[in-house]
């Protein structure tokens, strides 16, 4: 099992910037993937980004690409989400999922299917 747990979500203005954190515990040595998804309300969860715990290929989905960063601290067993130029339309909760199939596709991980674990999600509202 893994657990996963969120912070650093929060209420920002339109424009501004929030960093959220995921901190991965339990068998965190299995881990092959970590992703970020949101949640808007009344809306599907889509994929946000994702990056390779140990070879550190990145992706993020066009929606934020080039306001959003993915990174990760191997030591701390934390991946981060960097978000700047917020939008009101980036309103959503967002989630940390791990993977840990190494063979799962590209394709499956950027969908929900391609991750085993979740973590609770953690709110971002942008005001305008």
């Known amino acids: 099992q893994v657990q996963l747990v969120e912070s650093g979500g929060g209420l920002v203005q339109a424009g501004g910037s929030l960093r959220l954190s995921c901190a991965a515990s339990?068998?965190?040595?299995?881990?092959?993937?970590m992703g970020w998804f949101r949640q808007a309300p009344g809306k599907e969860r889509e994929f946000v980004a994702l990056s390779h715990w140990r070879g550190g290929t990145t992706y993020v989905a066009d929606p934020v690409k080039g306001r959003f960063t993915i990174s990760r601290d191997n030591a701390k067993n934390t991946v981060y989400l960097q978000m700047n130029s917020l939008k009101p339309e980036d309103t959503a909760v967002y989630y940390c999922?791990?993977?840990?199939?190494?063979?799962?596709?590209?394709?499956?991980?950027?969908?929900?299917?391609?991750?085993?674990?979740w973590g609770q999600g953690t709110q971002v509202t942008v005001s305008q």
């Open positions: 999922a791990a993977a840990v199939d190494r063979t799962a596709t590209m394709f499956s991980l950027s969908t929900k299917s391609g991750y085993d674990f």
């Open positions: 339990g068998r965190s040595f299995s881990l092959y993937v």
